[in-house]
């Protein structure tokens, strides 16, 4: 081989990989993309009147409400909005319901007396371990922002949303 071939022959080398670095960029990965939030849907406001409850215990901000043990789906939710109406427009006394001492409301939803006791009696709970509340609504006050909750507890512990609770609020007559 020649000399001088060998001599530059290390020159020749770097400088192709260098030629071949500064043409060719580097391959970037694309942005991972988040992944789509499914779309809510909340169900519509029910027609069927509320059905009338008895105040089975109130301590300070909650009220437990007994219904007919035979209450729809759609009568709860009907109650669940009508607590929300009352709540929200400080008229909770016109239902019967003691208004809150301080900025929480929450309401829980129970058919029949059997398991409404649940939260707050001592001992075992009367119907196990779970949770048997056919409706709740929650009104917090934040320090950030306002917490309105309405849901439905469906058979096999599903909780349905009632409405976005990040809209904002329209009274309804």
């Known amino acids: 081989m020649n000399r001088s071939l060998v001599h530059f ?8 990989v260098g030629l071949a670095g500064c043409n060719s960029a580097p391959k970037t990965a694309p ?15 029910p027609s069927v009147p509320a059905p009338s409850f008895t105040l089975f215990h109130f301590d300070n901000d909650t ?12 009568e709860i939710e009907s109650l669940v909005w ?16 003691k208004a ?13 007396k059997k398991c409404a006791a ?18 709740d609504y929650t009104l917090s006050e934040l320090p950030s922002k306002l917490w309105d909750r309405g849901v439905l507890h469906a058979s096999g ?17």
């Not at 022959?9 to 192709?16: E, G, K, R, W």
């Not at 009220?63 to 759609?74: F, H, M, Q």
């Not at 009508?82 to 319901?97: C, V």
Request: charged share 25%; hydrophobic share 35%; aromatic share 8%.
């Open 157 to 173: 512990d599903k909780e349905i949303e009632l409405w976005d609770t990040d809209a904002p609020y329209t009274a309804t007559k």
């Open 118 to 135: 649940e939260k707050y009696a001592p001992g075992e709970p009367p119907c196990g371990g779970s949770y048997h509340a056919a409706g």
């Open 9 to 16: 022959l290390p020159s020749i080398v770097l400088f192709a």
């Open 31 to 45: 942005a991972p993309k988040e992944p789509a939030k499914p779309a809510v849907t909340y169900p519509a406001r």
């Open 63 to 74: 009220a437990t409400l007994v219904v007919k043990e035979d209450a729809t789906d759609d």
């Open 82 to 97: 009508q607590i929300r109406d009352a709540a929200r427009s400080n008229t909770l006394p016109s239902l019967k319901i």
């Open 100 to 112: 809150p001492k301080g900025n929480d409301f929450r309401a829980h939803i129970y058919r029949g």
